[in-house]
Each structure stands twice: as structure tokens, then as C-alpha cells.
């Protein structure tokens, strides 16, 4: 039972630790010693914040990471470490970032995850390439040999060798870099590692590496000579030179005793080491001894690290409940002064608003009034004039003795009178300048079929709901009044039983005005053509295939106007003679 928990414990430290962390040297970002470490942290941080220093931010954060990852906490490490990526990825490639990426390699590690920690070793592998740094590259190239080294397990074959090779070329790619830069530090870490690979295996070069390490540390701090010592007393015991691994212990038992230092896992590794001899040695009793005593002194210092780590991290939780409250009534104070001013602008801003619409209401008030004073007056004039000119009208044609130039007139004062009427309809009506034909059209016939004494034609109206402005509303009303006008003078005569229907309609955005009488056409159409046909005349104003019809060709006023005002309204306009006569008009709304 010795052996196996001697042997796991000796393999893991050579697997996981390494040179550098079997030396007992500190992570790339240390956090040194404080009553309140966490606290400082947080304060730098502010500073940091404040003073927009990225960069410090970023090295604040690694700290944060290295201090939680230290204390075993590598869940809360890790988002320090991304936040502090995050900054010095956006500043471009540098040799800091490339040590941040070893370092989450390193995180991904512990906690384990084999595909992110590879990731991230490559990344700074390619940085420090790209940047030319032989130094980068070192450390990349010994952190991807020990990744092949712990994935290499000696049972599982030629699938397995590869791992072994690989590891191999890493570190001996990191002594050669080192070599170049005559860093002997890193140069016996290479050692070191290549002695514990060979170690795996149970090769003597794992001895030779472990003297080479041990001769270039020579000149380092005690520390740094201890641990290497130990590390070949290690390759010795397990390569069965128990005499040298005696020696060599003994050498480093009296360098940790000259040095005088307080350091647990020194003192761990020392123990472990010896119990490792004495297992070997078949001395039993001292390898439990130490064992009890390694495995006292970790648990002492396992629940010291515990009750610590809890501690701060309720102190932390406690200051940072406290912080979280009084930013939370900071800002709930400042959303309330937010508050109360915009809702102290926007009364100001409503109030303005409410007397600037008040005064344009009065303005507008006062400027209606006006305008419909002056609409009531231009009305009121217009009628008059328009009521003189029939008066004048009506006399002149009393006082006429020529038949033809009183029917005249009067056909004159008729005009006149439809105007009057559509005028009334257009500024009278609940639409100003607007006329209903469904009011309109019936009033006009019937003051027409009145003038002319008709008072039992068979009439019928069908018009739709339609609203016409005044530039379209008084030529169609002029149109009316000759159509009816005709009627009355050339269709009634002849007729017993008298008949006029009008149709208005919409259709397709087209007004659809249709007259029909059941008389004879109008005797001052002339019809030019070789064979006149009285059931086939028409004609199509303003249309571009006038050419191709039947000509028709006005001989009175009346005609005239009704062709005037249709160009007018750009429709067309047609005559046909069916059963009487029939006219129809369209045009665009």
C-alpha cells in the first residue's frame, strides 16, 4: 500500500510539475502576500477603470486569476484570464499575450480539458514565431512537450510512441532555443524534463539529463538546486542506484538545512522523495513515517488553504454585497434625479408647447373668421352679380322683337341660372368648393324642365354619391344645361309621352356621365359624310382617331360649348342617335 501511494504520488509531481513547478518557482502572475489581497485587487481595478489603462487592466486581471488559481479556485480564474485575452488581443500580438495564452493552457489543464489547453499553447507557439521570440518559444515549445508527455503511456504501444517522440523534439527544441539565449534556467528546465520523459520509460538518460540540470543550477539559489537534486535522486532510486540516490539526498537534505527557508512544497518534495528511497530500500516503517507526516502536513495545509479561501471569500461576498448596495442606491438615486429631470423638462416643454399651439389656435381662429367673412362676402357679391346679369338678361329679352335673338337670350340667361345654382350647391353645401351631383343634377333638371313649362316628362335619375371640385364641376354643369336644354327645345316637341333619363357613375377612376332622350338629334348637328345613317352618327372630342369617325360640325353656340368644355375636362364626349338621342362623357377624376 506504501508502494503505490509512494509511487502515484513521485510519478504524478514528474508528470504534472515539471522544472518549473517542481522548483517551486511562482506562476508567470503572482499575487504576493496581503492581509486583503482581494480588496487591493479590486481597488487597482477601479484605478485602472478610471484612468482607462487598459493594459494595467488587463495585468490586474491576470493577477486575479493567478490569485484565485493559487488558492484552488480555477472555475473563478478563468474569466479574469479571458477578460484580460480579450484586452490584449485587441492591442495586437505581443509577448504578454503569448504568456497569457500558456497561462489558460496551464488553467485548462488543471481543471481538465485536453482540446482548449492544446488550443491555446499552439496560439502562443505561433505568436511567439510571428514575433520572433526565442524566449516565447521555449516555454511554448517545453509546455507542448509536457502535454505529450502526460498523454504518453508506455502500454498502449506504437499508437502511444509517437506521443514519446514528440514529447522528445519539444524539449529538446526548448534546450536548443535556451542554449541560444544562454539562459540557464531554462536550459536546466529542458534538462529536467527530457530526465523525467526518459524516467517514464526507464532509460539512463534520464539520469544524465537530471546531473545536467543539477550542474547548471549550480550557481542558482538554494531552491532552485534542492529541487534539481531531488529530481535526480528520484531517477536514481527508480533506475536501481540507491547508492548515488543516497548521496545525492544527503546533498540536498544539507543545502535545505543551510538555507533555512520555510517552504512547504520543498519540503514536500524532499519527503516524498526519501519515501520513495526508503520503499525502494525495503525500509518500510520510515517510508509510512514520512508518509503520515507528508500526508499531515498537506491535509494541515489543505484546510489552512480551505478555511482561508473561505474566509476571503466571504469577506469578499460581505464587501461586495456592500458594494452592490451602495451602487444600487447610487443608482437608484441617479435614476431618480434623471427622473425628475426629464419630467421637469418635459413640464417645461409642455407647457411651452401648450401656449405656442394656443396662440397659433387664436391665430388660426382669428384668420378662419376672416376667411370665412370674406368667403361669406365674395358669395354674397357673386350671386348678386350673377343674379343682375339674369335680371339684365330677362329685361333685354322682353324688350327683343327678333324670335331668334330672344331665344337667345334667354338660353343665355339659362347659363346663367345653372351657374348660379352650381355656385350655390359649391359654397352652400356641408363641402366648401365642393358639389354633391346627387343634389345638383335633379335641382338643374328640374329648374330647366320648369323654365320650359315641362312639368310631366318621364324622368329618370340614377346617380351615385359623387363629389366634384369646382374646375370640374362647372363645366359638367354647363354640359347639362345645353343637353337638357336640347331636350327641351328639339326631343319634347315631337314627342307625347316625353322621356329623359340621366346616369352618373364612377368606373375605374372615370366619371360616367350619360343623357338620353327619346326625341329627334338636335337639328344644328350637320353630319358630313357620304351616306348619312341616323342610327350610326358619332363623334369622339379631343380623341386622336377624330379623323377616322364621322365628322360632326357644331352650327350653334350651345354645341359649341358642350365640345369647349369637354376638351376642357381632357374627356370624351359622343353623340349617337338610337331611339333618340344619347349622349355620353367621361373623364378622368
Not at 529530481?231 to 535545505?256: G, M, P, R
Not at 345645353?482 to 331636350?487: F, H, P, R
Not at 372630342?541 to 357644331?554: M, T
Request: aromatic share 8%.
Amino acid at each position: 500500500m506504501v508502494r503505490l501511494v509512494v509511487y502515484l504520488l513521485l510519478n504524478g509531481c514528474l508528470l504534472l510539475g515539471g522544472a518549473r513547478l517542481c522548483w517551486g518557482q511562482s506562476a508567470s502572475f503572482s499575487v504576493k502576500s496581503n492581509a486583503d489581497p482581494l480588496r487591493q485587487l479590486r481597488q487597482e481595478e477601479q484605478k485602472a477603470m478610471l484612468a482607462r489603462d487598459s493594459v494595467k487592466l488587463a495585468s490586474i486581471y491576470e493577477r486575479f486569476g493567478a490569485f484565485y488559481e493559487e488558492t484552488g479556485d480555477n472555475l473563478s480564474s478563468k474569466p479574469y484570464y479571458l477578460k484580460a485575452l480579450r484586452i490584449r488581443e485587441a492591442r495586437g500580438d505581443s509577448y504578454e499575450l503569448g504568456q497569457l495564452y500558456l497561462q489558460l493552457g496551464a488553467n485548462y489543464r488543471l481543471q481538465p480539458f485536453l482540446a482548449e489547453e492544446i488550443q491555446h499553447v499552439h496560439q502562443a507557439l505561433a505568436l511567439f514565431k510571428r514575433i520572433r521570440s526565442p524566449k516565447g518559444q521555449a516555454h511554448a515549445y517545453s509546455a507542448l512537450g509536457g502535454i505529450y508527455h502526460r498523454r504518453y503511456h508506455p502500454a498502449e504501444g506504437k499508437d502511444s510512441q509517437a506521443l514519446f517522440d514528440s514529447a522528445m523534439v519539444c524539449f529538446r527544441t526548448a534546450e536548443k532555443l535556451a542554449a541560444q539565449l544562454n539562459d540557464t534556467l531554462m536550459m536546466a528546465e529542458a534538462a529536467d524534463r527530457l530526465g523525467a520523459l526518459f524516467l517514464t520509460i526507464r532509460k539512463p538518460q534520464a539520469i544524465a539529463y537530471s546531473q545536467k540540470a543539477v550542474a547548471l543550477l549550480k550557481q542558482q539559489n538554494n531552491t532552485a538546486q534542492i529541487n534539481a537534486r531531488l529530481d535526480l535522486a528520484f531517477a536514481q532510486t527508480l533506475l536501481d542506484q540507491t547508492d548515488e540516490a543516497y548521496q545525492t539526498l544527503q546533498t540536498a537534505q544539507l543545502l535545505y538545512d543551510k538555507s533555512q527557508v520555510n517552504d512547504a512544497p520543498l519540503r514536500n518534495h524532499m519527503d516524498i522523495t526519501f519515501m520513495v528511497f526508503y520503499e525502494k530500500t525495503h525500509q518500510w516503517q520510515k517510508a509510512f513515517d514520512l508518509l503520515r507526516q507528508v500526508y499531515t502536513r498537506e491535509n494541515t495545509a489543505f484546510v489552512t488553504q480551505h478555511e482561508g479561501a473561505v474566509a476571503r471569500l466571504n469577506v469578499e461576498y460581505e464587501a461586495e454585497k456592500r458594494e452592490a448596495l451602495l451602487q444600487a442606491k447610487e443608482q437608484s438615486l441617479r435614476t431618480q434625479q434623471y427622473m425628475m429631470l426629464v419630467i421637469l423638462f418635459l413640464l417645461v416643454l409642455a407647457i411651452g408647447i401648450s401656449f405656442l399651439f394656443f396662440r397659433l389656435y387664436r391665430k388660426n381662429q382669428r384668420i378662419s373668421q376672416q376667411n370665412e367673412e370674406l368667403v361669406r362676402e365674395q358669395n354674397h357679391r357673386v350671386k348678386n352679380n350673377l343674379q343682375v346679369i339674369s335680371s339684365l338678361l330677362s329685361l333685354q329679352a322682353r324688350r327683343l322683337t327678333d324670335e331668334g335673338a330672344r331665344k337667345a337670350v334667354e338660353e343665355s340667361q339659362m347659363r346663367i341660372q345653372a351657374m348660379t345654382l352650381l355656385h350655390r350647391r359649391l359654397y352652400d353645401g356641408d363641402r366648401l368648393a365642393q358639389v354633391d351631383l346627387r343634389e345638383f343634377i335633379p335641382e338643374l333638371v328640374q329648374t330647366i324642365l320648369k323654365a320650359f313649362g315641362y312639368s310631366s316628362v318621364n324622368l329618370q335619375l340614377d346617380c351615385d354619391a359623387i363629389f366634384l371640385t369646382a374646375d370640374r364641376a362647372v363645366p359638367m354643369g354647363l354640359i347639362l344645361n345645353e343637353l337638357i336644354t336640347n331636350a327641351c327645345k328639339y326631343a319634347f316637341p315631337t314627342q307625347e309621352y316625353p322621356f329623359l333619363e340621366i346616369a352618373c357613375c364612377i368606373k375605374q377612376n372615370r366619371l360616367h356621365l350619360q343623357v338620353q332622350d327619346n326625341g329627334q338629334y338636335p337639328v344644328d348637328l350637320e353630319i358630313l359624310q357620304e351616306t348619312r345613317r341616323a342610327y350610326n352618327v358619332q363623334k369622339q372630342w379631343g380623341s386622336k382617331e377624330a379623323s377616322s369617325q364621322p365628322v360632326v360640325r357644331s352650327k350653334t353656340l350651345g354645341m359649341s360649348l358642350i365640345q369647349s368644355q369637354v376638351k376642357q375636362l381632357n374627356g370624351t364626349g359622343q353623340f349617337r342617335i338610337n331611339k333618340g338621342t344619347l349622349f355620353t362623357l367621361a373623364f378622368q377624376l
